[in-house]
């Protein structure tokens, strides 16, 4: 199996792959392997990922009731009254 080293890692994300593999209950070198295959498998482009998340909106229904009942100006004060 190939060993990968890595160097001048910042400290930051040492600790957080620590912390991680801890609540995990992985090793540090299990915990890094499951991040890096994670991390591969997401799309490089965020033009790539938006245009798919776009493409998913489109599927959904639309109800156009609800949505001709929708007042932008209620919605936003309802929300800085929060």
């Not at 299990?30 to 482009?45: F, M, R, W, Y």
């Not at 033009?47 to 798919?52: F, Q």
């Amino acid at each position: 199996m190939p060993t990968l080293q890595v160097r001048d890692l910042p400290e930051n994300l040492y600790r957080l792959l620590q912390e991680k593999a801890k609540r995990e209950r992985r090793s540090l070198s299990q915990e890094a392997i499951v991040t890096l295959a994670k991390g591969l498998q997401k799309d490089p482009s965020p033009r790539d990922r938006r245009r798919k998340v776009l493409q998913e909106i489109e599927r959904l229904p639309i109800d156009h009731d609800t949505v001709a009942q929708l007042d932008p100006v209620a919605i936003i004060m309802e929300d800085r009254q929060r």
